[in-house]
């Protein structure tokens, strides 16, 4: 009797925990959200999602805020230095600067320098990559402001002229290079080895086919770009801290020809030494 009392207490406890656990059962596997529930949540996903964008607005806005600070920084800056003492000044009305000129020819390309007509006439033929730099009679300079305008007459879109800065002994250099297709490029040649600080990049600021006034600013190693007035970035590095400024043209693939022109070269800064190197003119790949 004892057992059979314990086993039908047994059965009743079961049958109770099967009556509390059912709902919970039923709970899992069909729950119907009531319209006020919907509701609700569908406010709760359209406050956080225009929570989100105004933090996403606010972050756009402090960006752009930010750049054109910086832009204004870098316009104001550019404004001071272009008042430094002048080193080097050409219209290229003669060749006094003792740039080379003529025809020269290396296993990368054959080049023609000619300096007529108030500009600087260059023309290349390639036999692979190359680049040519060319730099007339001048000190090496440490912090300097230096600007050309240029434009490119004939020759494929990613041929190239540059911006030679800070030229030393060794043969290694800063470049800042833009071509006929709206890019720029930051790249610096140390050791036998090119280096690409800041690649090709494409910029409003370029105006294909067109006059395009460039300005390179370095302070110790900070460089800031300019193009016709805008700044277009700023990159530090420190592998070279001083040198000589020339120009340069470059293509990319073998048997292709360009022409270029060159007008007011203008190196103003500080000078790094009284030596003056011999004028020279150099293809590399």
């Known amino acids: 009797m004892i057992t059979k009392a314990i086993s039908n207490f047994a059965i009743v406890r079961i049958a109770a925990l099967i009556l509390m656990i059912l709902p919970l059962l039923a709970a899992c596997t069909s729950y119907t959200v009531g319209p006020a529930t919907a509701t609700a949540r569908a406010q709760r996903v359209i406050a956080q999602a225009t929570d989100v964008a105004q933090q996403l607005r606010t972050a756009r806005v402090l960006d752009e805020t930010q750049a054109t600070a910086t832009a204004k920084d870098r316009l104001d800056r550019l404004a001071q230095v272009s ?6 000044s050409d219209a290229f009305d003669d060749n006094s600067r003792e740039w ?5 020819t290396s296993t990368y390309a054959d080049a023609a320098f000619t300096i007529a007509n108030g500009v600087f006439h260059w023309e290349a033929t390639s036999h692979q990559g190359f680049v040519w730099w060319n730099h007339p009679t001048i000190v090496q300079a440490t912090d300097f ?5 240029y434009r490119q007459l004939s020759g494929p879109s990613d ?6 800065m800070r030229l030393d002994e060794n043969g290694d250099y800063y470049l800042f290079s833009l071509d006929n297709a709206g890019n720029y ?7 036998g080895q090119w280096l690409s600080l800041i690649p090709w990049t494409p910029s409003p600021a370029i105006r294909v086919s067109q006059i395009n006034h460039v300005e390179a600013v370095g302070e110790g190693g900070l460089f800031s770009l300019f193009v016709n007035g805008e ?5 530090e590095d420190q592998t070279i801290s001083s040198g000589y400024s020339g120009l340069l043209a470059g293509m990319s693939e073998v048997g292709e020809s360009a022409a270029w022109e060159f007008d ?3 190196l103003r800064g500080i000078q790094g ?3 003056t190197p011999a004028t020279e003119a150099t293809s590399q790949p």
């Not at 402001?145 to 305008?149: I, N, P, S, Y």
């Not at 490029?185 to 050791?191: G, K, R, T």
């Open 264 to 266: 007011n070269f203008e």
């Open 145 to 149: 402001h230096l600007a050309v305008d």
């Open 185 to 191: 490029s930051f790249d610096v040649y140390s050791n």
């Open 231 to 235: 700044w277009v970035v700023d990159h």
């Open 83 to 88: 008042e430094w003492p002048v080193i080097l």
């Open 273 to 275: 030494t009284d030596a």
């Open 100 to 104: 080379v000129v003529g025809n020269q």
């Open 159 to 164: 041929a190239y002229i540059g911006l030679v």
